[in-house]
């Protein structure tokens, strides 16, 4: 199954600049899922980390792995309209830069789910470069109420 970033904007809540993740290749819903992201240099994050020598910030990257899981969890009907929030963040670790141009292919395999708590195992690639892995906790939860404040 093949979703690209009109899809994947009707699954997750995000959007631009915050959503990081432009197409999913691979879909099993709420088994695992694999996503493209492509850095570009026109990314505005790029033009401050670092110049003269571009680098994709870390916490982007983990939450581009984490919104490629969120596919996978959201993906069904039943979770449609729920955020996945993280919870905790396990054994992440950067092995190796992003930077503009790489094409990043992402995996997010949902490990356990217990009711609406669950851990998401992920990583991810430029070519056969492991860049990041990591181990995400997340409760799915109701959107809150618009008019609150």
Do not use: W
């Not at 290749?25 to 850095?39: D, H, S, T």
């Not at 309209?81 to 094409?103: A, E, M």
């Amino acid at each position: 199954m093949i979703l690209n970033v009109t899809d994947i904007m009707e699954i997750l809540p995000h959007r631009y600049p915050m959503l990081l993740v432009d197409r999913i290749i691979e879909l099993e819903p709420m088994k695992y899922a694999v996503g493209i992201k492509n850095a570009t240099f026109n990314e505005q994050f790029f033009q401050g980390h670092f110049p003269g020598q571009p680098v994709m910030p870390g916490v982007l990257l983990a939450e581009a792995m984490a919104q490629v899981g969120g596919v996978a969890l959201l993906y069904p009907e039943e979770n449609r309209g729920l955020v996945p929030f993280f919870t905790g963040i396990d054994k992440l670790r950067f092995r190796h830069p992003v930077r503009p141009g790489d094409t990043v292919v992402m995996r997010a395999d949902i490990e356990k789910i217990k009711g609406r708590m669950g851990k998401v195992k992920a990583q991810s690639h430029v070519g056969d470069i492991l860049c990041a892995e990591g181990e995400y906790l997340f409760a799915l939860m109701p959107q809150e109420d618009k008019k609150r404040k």
